[in-house]
């Protein structure tokens, strides 16, 4: 009932037209991960076409229940505990009870994370409603949408029932793949990648000769971003490379953990995490070398921005990153999890700067196209 009285409280006017979507995601803005990020430039962007929409998201603390980002309305209205089980019941409770109350206002429900509980709500408005429904695969290789949904209670069972969405969309063609192989029909799969805005994200121009050399690792930081392989090789680099730091920017589960590590590995000099940053472009424009170490990635936002920057990149085989880079054209390409070649490819680019300088003008055409 509390539910239904807090979903019931915000009423924007919704304009009649054949395309009405709901945006389901469990965070959203003013949390800015790569999804999120995402579902909010498609959101404005759509709205900008003419399409009307609205975004279902999780409540969080100290901001309001319901409010209009760049014209488009969200609600706060998906309610979890801290109880393993309870915590996945209440979402789709949640989802549930506001999909049902608003089912005459939308046509299509578009949830950006395909394992989570969102979508399988959302098939049963399918089923029982008739509305159309499009999921968005995030991430491939570990933390695959489709491995951590099989690893899940009922998984199984519910990516049987999951292969039946209207349409699923990948960012890479791992991706791809990953979801032929999983079993979905090959014409509900629409690869569609992400983008970068050229015009914020521009050129930076070389920085100085004899400046101290700036590694810049932006990202969440758990264990599949690589983080504490990164560290292991910035030790090695650091010890040819005494003008040379490293910037972590980000936060997350692991921060604690890696700060630990970098005491462990004594890099307290030459390593700086700088936590949370608003403003990226000032982060990329500061830096020298961008490094990606991730172990499972989709298509990464922040590394199309440094390639947008004409920055030398170095990052791994995984994902989205093999469709943006080719090795020696316009980055360097690693193995995951192998501090050793990481660190040789981090010295390679220290040490060459007209290499450098050529990868990264690459990079930036790479992002334009």
């Known amino acids: 009932l509390y539910y239904l009285a807090e979903i019931g409280r915000c009423n924007p006017v919704v304009k009649n037209n054949s395309h009405n979507v709901v945006m389901v995601i469990s965070q959203f803005y003013p949390l800015l991960g790569g999804a999120e990020i995402q579902a909010q430039r498609l959101s404005k962007a ?5 399409v009307n929409v609205s975004v279902l998201t999780r409540r969080l603390k100290g901001v309001p229940a319901c409010e209009v980002v760049d014209g488009v309305p969200v609600y706060r209205a998906i309610r979890t505990v801290q109880v393993p089980l309870l915590w996945g019941v209440c979402f789709m409770v949640s989802v549930f009870i506001f999909l049902y109350r608003r089912r005459k206002e939308y046509t299509i429900i578009h949830c950006h994370i395909l394992q989570e509980f969102q979508t399988v709500v959302a098939l049963f408005f399918k089923s029982v409603f008739n509305k159309k429904v499009i999921v968005k695969m995030s991430s491939s290789g570990e933390t695959s949408d489709i491995k951590l949904l099989k690893r899940s209670l009922m998984g199984k069972l519910f990516f049987r029932w999951i292969t039946k969405v209207d349409a699923v969309v990948s960012v890479c063609k791992q991706s791809s793949q990953d979801l032929l192989h999983g079993g979905f029909p090959e014409e509900n799969i629409v690869e569609i990648p992400n983008g ?9 121009p070389p920085r100085p000769v004899g400046k101290e ?14 983080v504490d392989f990164l560290l292991e090789a910035f030790k090695r680099v650091l010890s040819g490379n005494r003008n040379s730091r490293l910037l972590i920017v980000g936060t997350g589960p ?27 472009l000032k982060v990329l424009s500061d830096t020298d070398i961008f ?10 936002n922040v590394l199309l ?16 990153n093999g469709d943006l880079i080719s090795d020696r054209h316009n980055g360097l390409l690693v193995s995951p999890g192998d501090p050793h070649a990481l660190s040789e490819a981090l010295m390679e ?3 060459n700067r007209a290499l450098a300088q050529r990868l990264g003008d690459q990079a930036r055409k790479t992002a334009q196209e």
Do not use: W
């Open 305 to 320: 921005e440094a390639m947008a920057c004409g920055l030398p990149i170095v990052a791994t085989a995984v994902g989205g």
């Open 196 to 204: 970068v805005d050229i015009h914020t994200f521009v050129q930076r």
């Open 291 to 300: 490094v990606l170490p991730t172990l499972s990635e989709g298509m990464s």
């Open 254 to 280: 692991d921060e604690a953990l890696l700060k630990k590590t970098a005491v462990t590995l004594n890099l307290q000099e030459g390593v700086h995490f700088k936590g949370r940053q608003e403003d990226v």
């Open 46 to 50: 759509l709205l900008e076409k003419s």
């Open 349 to 351: 680019m220290l040490g």
């Open 213 to 226: 050399r700036t590694i810049t690792f932006v990202g969440r930081l758990d264990r599949y971003k690589g």
